[in-house]
């Protein structure tokens, strides 16, 4: 069966060879060839040898390659001239001989294919000095870029981990002095009790001591679950319970009141007044204790929870995504940013009625880490950071779209910036400070990845990047 191969006029419309001469264009015209794959089909596959160089003459395509255990697609096109495979057949490195991504078929696809000896020759003889200049780039520039790219997700990395780790010395701290408190009052509880129980053991009738305790014991009770709150040190100290002011504040805390206390004077012995209500005391602040180890070990869990659903651990990348769910992870993230003392108010505006999104949950929340963490360096510690979320209708070229914007009172954004703000490696930031890729990749992620759009309004004092998703989902999804 004959191949079916693309003149020379044919090939020079595609924009890779469009300034090649006659004679080249059918060179590659005689050692090329179509091929056609269904939708669906797996075209080339990382790490396989690297055969041929494939060019896209219609359909739609995705490239994925694989980062941390997962596939991740990285590029998602119609667009015709497209090439992938063995496009760095001229160079002689190990990493050029393999195929560096998976390719596969969104739609129907035809391709016109070129053997990877054949493009690798090509380029050599026709272009040495380009062949030269890429090499110097394939070995220099794209570990330049790799090393600058793995720093950005370090720094990244380590800004959410700044503030989880924050975030969770507090309660985690709060839950170990919770319980070293209550380990001294329990002692100091049994200790009250113990000379209680001593003291009402002789008593000529066995009964009414026993009685006395109990009585005590229900009145102790009673303050765990109390209706009134009062100013409580001058009755003790009225009544002879020394330290009486320093025992005030845990029962007040439990809302006892002198009424109460005038029972447990009326239940036991004078001289036992003062254990009773040490007692008393310990047991509030026993059962206040607990109120804390309580509260703080449902911090530590709902800020795991809040981690889980910001790195989308042991979850599929593409999923039904509620934004606010991100949104309020990634501040719950960066909290220790956010506050009360920085000066910093965060304001929330949600539309709760959204819809949820087919979307890639986790980068998402790499576009709003990146946003957010953005503005507040810009309001220098004090400002407004609005968190909106809207439908919008626009009728652009995204359609109906889910509309999360991300406002600072900072500066603003001069005119000048607002035109290469989204460009690899622009970045107002002091050295150190910044790589400028933040806002090159929330591009890539909300226009690339889920066929959206991210525009930035600013004035000074208004400054607000505008994230639009369509309620579809991806492109293709």
Same mark, same amino acid.
């Given at each position: ?153 370090? @720094?990244? *990395? ?9 975030? /969770?010395?507090?309660? $985690?701290? +709060?839950?170990? &002095? ?37 009585t005590l014991v229900d009145l102790v009770r009673q303050t765990l679950h109390p209706d009134h709150r009062a100013e409580l040190g001058d009755w003790l100290e009225g009544h002879g319970v020394d330290g009486g002011w320093a025992l005030a504040p845990p029962l007040v805390a ?22 009773? @209500?040490? *007692? ?9 204790? /607990?109120?804390?180890? $309580?509260? +703080?070990?449902? &911090? ?178």
């Amino acid at each position: 069966m004959t191949a079916e191969r693309l003149s020379p006029d044919e090939l020079r419309e595609l924009f890779l060879f469009e300034k090649l001469n006659g004679e080249q264009l059918a060179w590659l015209a005689k050692r090329g060839e179509v091929r056609h794959y269904p939708a669906g089909t797996v075209v080339h596959s990382s790490g396989e040898p690297a055969v041929l160089l494939f060019v896209l003459l219609e359909g739609a395509i995705s490239l994925s390659v694989r980062a941390g255990g997962a596939e991740i697609e990285v590029n998602r096109t119609d667009y015709r001239g497209t090439y992938s495979g063995a496009f760095l057949a001229y160079l002689d490195l190990p990493n050029a001989q393999s195929y560096r991504g998976t390719l596969r078929t969104v739609t129907g696809c035809r391709f016109w294919a070129l053997p990877a000896a054949d493009f690798g020759w090509a380029v050599r003889e026709w272009f040495p000095m380009a062949t030269h200049l890429l090499e110097g780039f394939a070995v220099q520039g794209m570990g330049t870029m790799e090393t600058v790219s793995t720093r950005e997700r370090l @720094v990244a *990395l380590g800004t959410v981990t700044a503030g989880l780790t924050h975030e /969770l010395n507090n309660p $985690a701290t +709060a839950t170990a &002095r919770a319980a070293t408190a209550l380990r001294e009052r329990l002692s100091a509880l049994l200790d009250e009790l113990v000379i209680i129980a001593h003291a009402c053991s002789p008593s000529p009738t066995p009964t009414s001591g026993e009685g006395q305790i109990a009585t005590l014991v229900d009145l102790v009770r009673q303050t765990l679950h109390p209706d009134h709150r009062a100013e409580l040190g001058d009755w003790l100290e009225g009544h002879g319970v020394d330290g009486g002011w320093a025992l005030a504040p845990p029962l007040v805390a439990a809302g006892v009141d002198t009424a109460w206390l005038e029972r447990v004077a009326a239940t036991v012995p004078a001289g036992l007044l003062p254990p009773a @209500v040490r *007692l008393a005391a310990a047991a509030c602040e026993t059962a206040g204790l /607990l109120d804390e180890l $309580a509260e +703080a070990a449902g &911090r530590i869990t709902r800020l795991i929870g809040q981690a889980k659903q910001y790195t989308q651990m042991d979850r599929a990348p593409l999923q039904q995504v509620d934004v606010h769910d991100g949104l309020d992870s990634t501040l719950a993230m960066l909290a220790h940013k956010l506050q009360a003392g920085t000066g910093i108010e965060v304001v929330r505006d949600y539309d709760r009625s959204l819809p949820k999104l087919l979307a890639y949950a986790g980068e998402l929340n790499q576009v709003w880490t990146n946003l957010i963490d953005n503005a507040v360096d810009a309001m220098d510690g004090h400002g407004t950071l609005t968190v909106r979320t809207r439908r919008d209708h626009g009728g652009d070229r995204n359609g109906d779209c889910v509309l999360v914007e991300i406002g600072d009172t900072g500066p603003g954004v001069p005119e000048h910036v607002q035109a290469h703000i989204f460009e690899p490696f622009f970045t107002t930031k002091p050295v150190g400070k910044g790589t400028g890729l933040g806002l090159d990749i929330c591009w890539r992620i909300v226009v690339q990845r889920h066929g959206g759009d991210l525009r930035v309004v600013s004035a000074p004092g208004d400054s607000r990047f505008r994230v639009l998703l369509p309620v579809g989902g991806p492109p293709g999804s």
